[in-house]
């Protein structure tokens, strides 16, 4: 089951977008609009305050539209469907909660693969 969410999300440009590259961009967009302020301030480097604020948006972010797909599915009837397969019923449930954590993860070394050059 989590090979089908990490299918379905890799063939959506538009969820692969919003969950992994748009929080990358964010972060540049940060650094750029605010990060020599807030250096002049603190004294130290501001993308590496904004890195974990942009993974905590990015999980938040993947976890809504993890919502979405859930109740179109739903809708069309796909959730019924695996009640009446002989797997566990958690098996959906549970196979979202590991795609969910590829998805944090794989979004997290992104994030951190930005941070660093421009920090």
């Known amino acids: 089951m989590a090979k089908r969410s990490l299918l379905i999300w890799s063939r959506d440009p538009l969820t692969m977008v919003q969950a992994v590259a748009y929080p990358a961009i964010m972060l540049l967009m940060l650094r750029l609009v605010m990060g020599d302020t807030i250096e002049r301030f603190s004294g130290q480097p501001a993308v590496f305050r904004f890195a974990p604020l942009m993974a905590l948006v ?53 994030i951190i693969l930005v941070a660093l050059p421009s920090g």
Do not use: C, N
């Open 58 to 110: 990015a999980a938040m972010v993947g976890a809504l539209a993890g919502v979405v797909l859930v109740i179109q599915e739903r809708e069309k009837g796909i959730l019924g469907r695996y009640w009446t397969l002989p797997i566990h019923r958690a098996a959906d449930l549970i196979g979202r909660l590991l795609a969910e954590s590829v998805r944090i993860v794989f979004t997290t070394l992104l």
